[in-house]
């Protein structure tokens, strides 16, 4: 069984459309994380939900809107599409005081053309 | 704010060599230490970490790594590197006071050569 899973593995778009990508957890965590991996591999932290509740907004446009309709689920929906939205979001999640400890889903590759 | 380096970009070695990849981290405090490795084509997975304790730990496949607090680093280490380690390695760092801010480093690349 899959721990974290996120769906569509790939994502392939235009620019100015809307897509939605979504995580599921079946780990009982109660903290689920949004990164991106940009194209030379590096991991920032986008958002960061705990019990349902956004802990961490770090710097990313409006244009991101994560939606956690319970503790196992944290959707990133994106509008607007650009070019530089082209990555790999990865989801994870990681048990109460453990925040550390990050189980990571298998990445969905976003590919805005 | 904090920061994790990673100095070697991409190590290329040969089977049975031996390995270390640097991690430095810029964090006064109490700080929570982890690599995770991400194979090809896979999701990152964790291969080690450091709370508190004894600063050698030591994680899947043989690997290890070393808590140096006055250096402020972090250093992954394996005796014999295989094939199969062929990889990203990402350093972390997470500050005692922080819920769930993960800082990663760029990653370290390291290429096996059969």
């Known amino acids: 069984d899959t721990a974290v899973s996120q769906t569509p593995k790939y994502l392939v778009t235009q620019m100015g459309n809307d897509k939605s990508i979504k995580c599921e957890q079946n780990l009982g965590h109660d903290t689920m994380y949004w990164y991106k991996q940009d194209s030379k591999k590096f991991l920032k932290i986008m958002f960061s939900?705990?019990?349902?509740?956004?802990?961490i907004n770090e710097t990313v446009p409006n244009r991101f809107s994560p939606k956690s309709p319970d503790k196992a689920h944290l959707n990133l929906h994106i509008n607007s599409l650009e070019l530089g939205d082209s990555a790999v979001y990865f989801c994870?999640?990681?048990?109460?005081?453990?925040?550390?400890?990050?189980?990571f889903g298998p990445g969905t590759r976003l590919t805005v053309t | 704010a904090q920061s994790v380096s990673q100095h070697n970009h991409h190590v290329i070695l040969s089977e049975a060599a031996s390995l270390e990849l640097g991690c430095n981290y810029s964090?006064?405090?109490?700080?929570?230490l982890f690599w995770y490795v991400q194979y090809p084509g896979q999701h990152l997975q964790l291969l080690l970490k450091y709370f508190s304790g004894d600063p050698l730990v030591k994680g899947m496949k043989g690997f290890e790594a070393e808590f140096i607090k006055s250096k402020f680093s972090f250093n992954l280490r394996k005796p014999s590197v295989q094939w199969s380690d062929t990889a990203e390695y990402f350093c972390a760092v997470r500050s005692g006071g922080s819920q769930g801010n993960l800082i990663f480093g760029k990653g370290t690349k390291l290429s096996v050569k059969p």
């Open positions: 939900y705990n019990n349902k509740e956004l802990i």
């Open positions: 964090y006064g405090g109490t700080v929570n």
């Open positions: 994870a999640s990681s048990p109460q005081g453990y925040w550390g400890e990050q189980y």
